[in-house]
């Protein structure tokens, strides 16, 4: 059975998988959006005493923070018994554009299987201005980003397109926008 769930599965499953909850949440009259889960738990810790933003029934969102802790061990589970053996399978030319950053990618266990670059991702690389930038700079723009675009890119993208909403639309363009700008242009001259 370990080998049949740890297997690389198609494509579809996962899309078909997607669409039945997603008809589910329509029928059911809920909008899906990871982010609304980081407003439930301010509200639940008692942010709402600080800002008005957090004063809201938290508990219409009670279904969205199980499927949060949910996902969080289901990750625990697929990590620690379905994970692959082997290195992170990255194309030879995404290896190509990643070297000629600067960035190595792990061809053996032993230096490492995950999807985040050491030569980023580090303690050290924290105490740095490329660090700096990468990091706290780009957290803060992803949550503040998320926020002010109504959601994140989970809930615009898979929920609000599906409920055929025109601000998600354009939330979306602006994702693949952002990203390939971010892609071609700000990363290379932030790893330069």
Known sequence: MIEFLSQPWHW???????????????????RFGVSSSFKAMCSIGGAGYVADYFKYDWKSHDWLLVFILGTIIGGGIAVTFLGSPDPVQISSATIQDLSNLGIQTPRTNAEGLGFLPKEIFNFEMLGSIKGILLMVVGGFLVGFGTRYAGGCTSGHAISGLSNLQLPSLVAVIGFFIGGLITT?????????
């Open 184 to 192: 071609f242009i700000l990363l290379p001259l932030i790893l330069a």
């Open 12 to 30: 579809s499953v996962s899309g078909l998988s997607i669409a039945f909850v997603m008809f589910l949440l329509i029928y059911l009259g809920q």
